[in-house]
């Protein structure tokens, strides 16, 4: 938990959130990423022992809603914010992985 | 080479809600009008917030407890990040650490009625993507994307790695199959993909007598038939053997990772799916935008009062109430629901679950198959039929002259005519198949038709038994609708006097 963050994690997890970092980035970030996580590493002082863990900072359950069909967007509009379609579909760069 | 095939399977079920689950856009098939089913929360526009639909945790629950899981009383929402052009958000909310339903199990049964027990290990919610359709010139046209489907509720079910046979991997998902029928929780059209199957697969390969080794798991995707399961699986066992065979690589060797292969099914194999850059990491996380779900042992009680009957309890009371064979109950209850119920008016109308069985089983059966058609829109209803096996049971039609009515019946009904109870009456009267009992007539006709049959005669007396049968033949044909069997020993008791 307290090992120091590497360049080699900041790189990964650039990847994983396709993000494209330089060297200098990959640097700076490895620096201010490093400090957050020193921060929230205060926490493990506390004594945790015997302390359900959270599942959610609200103390709310059972937020439901009934099986009621309510109106949605025209296609027009559900297509209206994206860089390119062609009025049926939204479009995007060919896929290769048919995954 | 002696080995052991490992299989479990990860079953996807599109819940048959009438909206989505996070959302109130209209959960429904329509490939035809792509992205008129959508709203800013299943397009993962910004600000929007889900809410979790009421009837989906029901189903779920529904389902969890049919497969003998424990429902678990506090269940949580998470997030699965990876990027996908299906997948707007670009993540998925699933069920991670509290999935809905655990540790339960499926069990199927043999015609000889062998049990196999596979366990489930979790049954969790999460939301469909939408469909990518991919340009298949090969020019490098963009691929389009319907969110039509994109947050339809799924119950994701997976097994443990119980399996060991392709066969046994299509039987139970059969069973499952036939099992969310019955409770009414999905469409179950593994052609519009609200059931997929994917099949995790390796052998444990016995090298030298004493020790195991295990090839690495191949995840195979695709596979949207029973059909398919099974030749997928069978291909990917052979392909695994002679795979290890040739490099020896096996689970714990450098670099081996689970691997992901599609099915083709026409042409019969299994393909490497482009391998992803590292092994998948999906930083699952609680959402933050979803409250948990509890719900209390009374709540599940209630669930579970009001299911309705399991195909295998269903078998088992087809056994004890009717009377059937293990094998005559399976063929009537592995058609479905409706096919059950079918069977079970006949066989109160009539009084002979057997006689029932046979025609259901046999006659419906194939004029279904000939017609396409499924039993609800037979045209000869089960009150129908059940009147007419009755006349079977009271004696007044033999199986044969039923089978002459059945047929006219169907033929009416393709002229477009309404059956109606009271034409079984009319056909029966209409081709004098009313079984006749009157002995005093059957007895003229017998000694008349015995007058001019000597030759028959004097050789069923030498020992020719088939003789006697153009005598029969010649009573029939006097007195129309009388039941051979009957006139048959008439006859020999008045032979051999
Ligand atoms: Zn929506």
Known sequence: ?99 | MNFTTIIGLEVHVQLNTRTKIFCGCVNKFNPDQPNTQTCPVCLGLPGSLPVINREAIHLGQMTGLALNCTITPFTKWDRKQYFYPDLPKGYQTSQFDLPLCQNGYIETFSHEGEARRVRILRAHLEEDAGKNMHDESGRGRDSQVDLNRAGTPLLEIVSQPDIRSAQEAKAILEELHLLLTYLGVSDCNMQEGSLRCDANVNLHIDTDGCSKVATPIVEVKNLNSFRSIEAAIEYEVKRQLEEFQKTGRKIGDPGVEKETRGWDMERGYTFAQRGKEEAADYRYFPCPDLVPVTTSPERIEEIRRSLPEFPAQRRARYRQEFGLSLYDASVIVNQGAGLARYFETVANLCGDAKQAANWVTQDVQRDLNDRKLTIGEFPISAELLGQLLKRIVVGDLTVKGAREVYAQLLADSDEGQTLLVDWIDAIIEEKSLKVVNDTGLLDAAITSALEDSQKAIDDYKAGKQQALGAVVGKVMKLVKGADAKVVREMLIRKIDG
């Open chain 1, 1 to 99: 938990m307290s090992e120091a963050l590497t360049p080699e994690t900041v790189r990964k997890v650039a990847r994983l959130a396709r993000i494209q970092l330089t060297e200098a980035d990959v640097d700076r970030f490895t620096r201010q990423l490093g400090q957050v996580l020193g921060y929230v590493e205060m926490l493990s002082e506390l004594n945790t022992d015997g302390v359900e863990p959270l599942a959610h900072p609200l103390e709310i359950e059972n937020v439901l809603r009934e099986d009621e069909p309510t109106p949605s967007l025209s296609r027009e509009a559900a297509l209206s914010n994206s860089p390119k379609s062609d009025g049926k579909y939204f479009l995007v760069p060919q896929i290769l992985d048919a995954g």
